[in-house]
């Protein structure tokens, strides 16, 4: 059974930094891409930031230079590093990983995490 497990999420003030982490386990993620999306309430699930299997990592306008995406030294792992937090960053943040890379689109990721809630304050 495939899972996509995050951590990390919480309640911070504005110009906080957070760290999430996701553990992907269930089968082999040898070429996948993985990545963040998140979900903020009323609004629809948008990207944040991928990575793929290998090259260069990408993320949204709304969060470059903030927010740095990696994987760890197995790849079937990947971080996000929040900082500089707004309030507009407040959503349910989802781990996701996908044989498409370069992809930004909900439906090009095939896995996907239960999600994980970051508050944040003004």
């Known amino acids: 059974q495939v899972q996509l497990v995050e951590s990390g999420g919480g309640l911070v003030q504005a110009g906080a930094s957070l760290r999430l982490s996701c553990a992907a386990s269930g089968r082999t993620f040898v070429g996948y891409a993985m990545g963040w999306f998140r979900q903020a309430p009323g609004k629809e699930r948008e990207f944040v930031a991928g990575?793929?299997?290998?090259?260069?990592?990408y993320s949204a306008d709304s969060v470059k230079g903030r927010f740095i995406i990696a994987r760890g030294n197995a790849k079937n792992t990947v971080f996000l590093q929040m900082n500089s937090l707004k309030p507009e960053d407040t959503a349910v943040y989802y781990c996701?990983?996908?044989?498409?890379?370069?992809?930004?689109?909900?439906?090009?990721?095939?896995?996907w995490g239960q999600g994980t809630q970051v508050t944040v304050s003004s």
């Open positions: 990575i793929p299997w290998s090259g260069s990592p």
């Open positions: 996701v990983a996908g044989s498409v890379a370069g992809a930004r689109a909900p439906g090009d990721y095939e896995y």
